[in-house]
């Protein structure tokens, strides 16, 4: 348990003491800090540390802030400038609060050093007091140093996941009085217990510790005001105690809470603690905590929340955005969770390292459990740094550190000391929690050894992804308990359904990730649940990573963007019993080059779907039809084994053929949810027809290797770009600017491409009311935070390309945007445009360059 100084609490009447200042009325204030000045640091390692004297080249940046926003690598270190008022504070302290900053934080007040912390993803505070000014502004300045050589041992490297210097969470400047709470190892210094629960009362131990910076002995009142979950009063108890001079002690509470309402997936009873402290009758600090009454426990290998037992169903989670990478600020967390709680889990794992403040807040008040996850990982792979490899003293503090900062949420029923790394220094870590908490489970995410000091050990298991058959993840024991298992799934990568082809960060067909995900939620949730208590999907989002593309890991259920994939409606048919889901796949594939009859599937939990296609109903499936399609292994000595595939609830699939062309797929189950997309089947080399009344007709297309068709749907945000399906465009749309909703597109083969260069013309529908033509296309350059150059060749390419649409009557819009390469990199896109009256013809000379034409009918007058 926690190594504090104990003072054992006396109740009653608490002693004047008319030598201590009268504290303000509001005991705390608290100021978010967010518009900073920012600069780098050039200073060689081991240069004195001293704010910087210089006035010019500072940036106005906004925390939460990393370096790549301001251009500059990740392994580097900046300065952070700002100023405070501290006028009419001679009576109070000034504390800094910093939620995270990669990763060595020194922080000055007025030029004098207050203090220093080492670690990316906790909290840390400081006392600025010492140092501030009463009659003119203060300067705050701050040093967040995330270099290769000042991070070593301080869980800051890890080859699984990028850690992106600069202040990253947000940042605070609390006020309160001269005795106050203190912000113990980086937490709220308010630590709720709950004990002994039953049906009829509950005891709820309170530790709150309180510093004494005065040069005499305080009599202090702790009082702690507890409401119950629909907001009535539920008990109020109190302490006095005297705190030496100078002296920083817990005091110790404890309260009985009448019939407490207890915290439970999905029900997620919170009880609201507000801590008062007070000197001499007069307020000096306050502190409101939450709380939820629960106990976990493990028995025979199964899970027992407050005596029953659960199976918990969920997903893993970094805390990262595409846009903002780990500064997500938040927002990008309230969707998420929001979309957790429409996907249906129970449990998230935060991995791989501590998350922010308000992701925990989130699952508290969702009921979904939470596995924390303390930030040694990877260590065992290529790209590991050795001075993590072994058990450091800021390890052991960073552990004890992500104890203590998130002690008081009951969503966490699980700590873990690590994911894929040292056994023996995990081992270590393992104690360290059990030292600081009796009250959860300790746990390791494991690929080889299994560490010590663990009240279990899940695996990751990858069978039918690294290697081996999807029937592989049958295997006990290490299936039982999951800690990760996925696929890569990537938006523009098709086989023919039923096609068990893959390879591993190059090719990574939906199709495939579909199947993956079959067997293990029918197992899971259908087959063998009794056995399988725990179970994590890796992963919720993507995430940047040296993976797929040397860009990201893309086995989400959603893109690094937040766009759902198929497999995401999956996982919420099964589930969400208690709403129905009714999906149709493959809206990504737009353009169809297999077998007409391949095959059209459908997620959905309702009892049966119809299909209609083009008007036509082609037939109703029961939920439970489906099946698998059986695999094939080959042994080194070449010997064939199958093995049968497996039914699979909440799949339909039929084999339908498509009608060359545009086909409009629907599916319901005739209870009023539905689902339909349109796509386009193209057999043999011959570019699909146009449809008599298509805004686009005559297309043509000058490269015979390069065919156009014209897609007469509406272009989707985040959707693909280009035509092929093997990896050879990997291009995708990202935000669309709001000019071009509803526009259709002209779909071809990757621009960039030298050898698929083409020269594009078309006519416009003389039956049309007109149209407005837009081209999309990439002009060399990138936004600044993903540290990519300026691509000269592709410059030069839009600068030529830009004088042919001159030459074409196009002229520039104001929408400027955003989308992906071939190579999944972010990078910047210009926008033209001109008016096509009914009839006209319009020829546009090609270029080897990222681009699309686009066209959106004229309103109807």
Not at 471 to 477: E, L, Q, R, T
Not at 659 to 688: C, E, F, K, L, W
Not at 806 to 829: C, E, M, Q, V, Y
Request: proline share 7%; net charge neutral; charged share 20%.
């Amino acid at each position: 348990m926690f190594k504090f100084i104990l003072v054992i609490a006396a109740l009653g009447a608490v002693p004047l003491l008319s030598a201590l200042p009268q504290a303000t009325p509001s005991p705390r204030e608290t100021t978010a800090l967010v518009a900073w000045k920012f600069i780098e640091d050039k200073n060689p390692a081991g240069a004195a540390l001293e704010p910087p004297s210089q006035t010019v080249g500072w940036q106005a940046v906004t925390v939460p802030h990393i370096f790549r926003q301001s251009g500059l690598p990740d392994n580097t270190a900046g300065w952070y400038r700002i100023s405070f008022d501290a006028a009419a504070g001679h009576d109070r302290r000034f504390l800094l609060m910093l939620e995270g900053a990669a990763t060595v934080k020194d922080v000055f007040v007025n030029g004098r050093h207050i203090g220093r912390h080492v670690g990316a993803f906790t909290a840390s505070a400081f006392d600025l007091t010492p140092a501030v000014q009463f009659d003119r502004p203060n300067e705050l300045v701050i040093r967040v140093g995330n270099r290769d050589d000042e991070v070593v041992g301080s869980l800051a490297r890890s080859p699984l996941f990028y850690v992106n210097g600069g202040m990253f969470r947000h940042a605070w400047l609390v006020k309160t009085g001269m005795v106050h709470i203190a912000p113990d190892s980086g937490s709220s210094g308010v630590y709720l217990t709950p004990a002994a629960i039953t049906a009829g009362q509950a005891e709820l131990g309170v530790r709150t510790v309180v510093r004494n910076p005065l040069a005499i002995p305080a009599n202090v009142l702790v009082r702690h005001f507890v409401t119950a979950p629909d907001g009535a009063a539920a008990a109020e108890f109190q302490v006095a105690q005297t705190v030496p001079a100078g002296a920083t002690v817990t005091v110790t509470a404890r309260g009985l809470i009448p019939h407490p309402q207890l915290w439970d997936l999905g029900r997620p009873n919170l009880y609201t603690v507000r801590t008062e402290l007070s000197v001499n009758g007069v307020p000096s600090d306050a502190v409101t905590e939450r709380t939820g009454f629960r106990t976990i426990a493990m028995k025979n290998g199964k899970f027992l929340l407050n005596g029953r037992e659960v199976q918990f169903r969920g997903v893993n989670k970094h805390e990262q955005s595409e846009d903002a990478w780990n500064a997500v600020g938040d927002e990008a967390p309230r969707n998420d969770f929001q979309m957790l709680a429409d996907l249906g889990v129970n449990a998230v794992r935060l991995a791989h390292y501590p998350h922010s403040h308000l992701e925990y807040d989130l699952a508290d008040r969702q009921g979904i459990a939470v596995w924390a996850e303390n930030g040694f990982a990877g260590q065992v792979w290529k790209g590991a740094v050795n001075g993590d490899k072994a058990v450091t003293a800021d390890g052991e503090r960073l552990t004890r550190e992500m104890v203590r900062q998130n002690w008081n949420h009951p969503a966490i029923l699980f700590w873990s000391c690590g994911n894929e790394t040292i056994a023996a220094t995990a081992s270590r870590y393992a104690e360290v929690i059990h030292e600081e908490d009796s009250t959860r489970l300790v746990t390791y995410a494991a690929n080889i050894s299994e560490p010590q000091n663990c009240d279990f050990v899940a695996w990751n298991t990858y069978a039918g992804w690294y290697g081996g058959q999807l029937s592989g993840f049958k295997a006990m024991p290490r299936n039982a308990l999951i800690s990760e298992t996925g696929a890569g799934d990537w938006l523009t990568h098709h086989v023919p359904y039923g096609t068990f082809r893959w390879s591993v960060d190059k090719f990574e067909p939906e199709e495939y990730a579909e199947m993956f995900t079959e067997y293990r939620l029918q197992t899971v949730c259908r087959d063998d649940t009794e056995n399988r208590p725990l179970f994590f999907w890796w992963v919720f989002r993507e995430f940047y990573d040296h993976k797929f593309r040397d860009n990201r890991n893309t086995k989400g259920l959603i893109t690094l963007a937040g766009q759902p994939k198929d497999i995401y409606f999956l996982f919420q048919a099964f589930l969400h019993s208690d709403r129905p889901v009714v999906h149709l796949n493959g809206r990504t594939h737009f353009l169809r080059r297999f077998a007409a009859d391949n095959g059209i599937k459908a997620y959905a939990n309702t009892p049966t779907l119809t299909l209609t296609v083009n008007g036509v109903t082609r037939g109703t499936q029961r939920n439970g039809d489906y099946r698998l399609p059986d695999s094939e292994s080959k042994a080194k000595n070449g010997a064939v084994t199958t093995t049968p595939g497996i039914p699979v609830a909440n799949v339909f699939f039929w084999k339908t053929p498509l009608a060359p062309g545009r086909n409009v797929i629907a599916i319901s189950d005739g209870h009023g949810h539905d689902d339909q997309m349109i796509v386009y089947q193209q057999s043999g080399g011959t570019p699909p027809p146009a449809a008599p009344d298509a805004l686009v007709q005559d297309l043509r297309s000058s490269n015979p290797a390069n065919p156009a068709v014209f897609i007469d749907r509406a272009i989707e945000a985040q959707g693909p770009v280009y035509t092929d399906v093997d990896g050879s465009s990997d291009n995708t749309f990202d935000l669309l600017p709001a000019v071009i909703d509803g526009a259709s597109w002209i779909a071809t083969r990757r621009l960039s491409d030298p050898a698929l260069k083409t020269n594009l013309g078309f006519r416009l529908n003389p039956a049309s009311k007109g149209a407005t033509v837009f081209v999309l296309f990439s002009t060399g350059t990138h936004p600044v935070i993903t540290l990519k150059p300026q691509e000269p060749a592709v410059a030069a390419a839009a600068e030529a390309f830009a004088r042919s649409l001159t030459a074409a009557g196009f002229k520039p819009t104001d929408s400027k945007t955003i989308w992906r390469d071939h190579g999944l990199n972010r990078t910047d896109a210009a926008l033209w445009s001109r008016p096509l009256a009914p009839g006209e013809a319009l020829s546009l000379p090609g270029e080897t360059l990222d681009y699309v034409v686009l066209l959106k009918p004229a309103a109807h007058p």
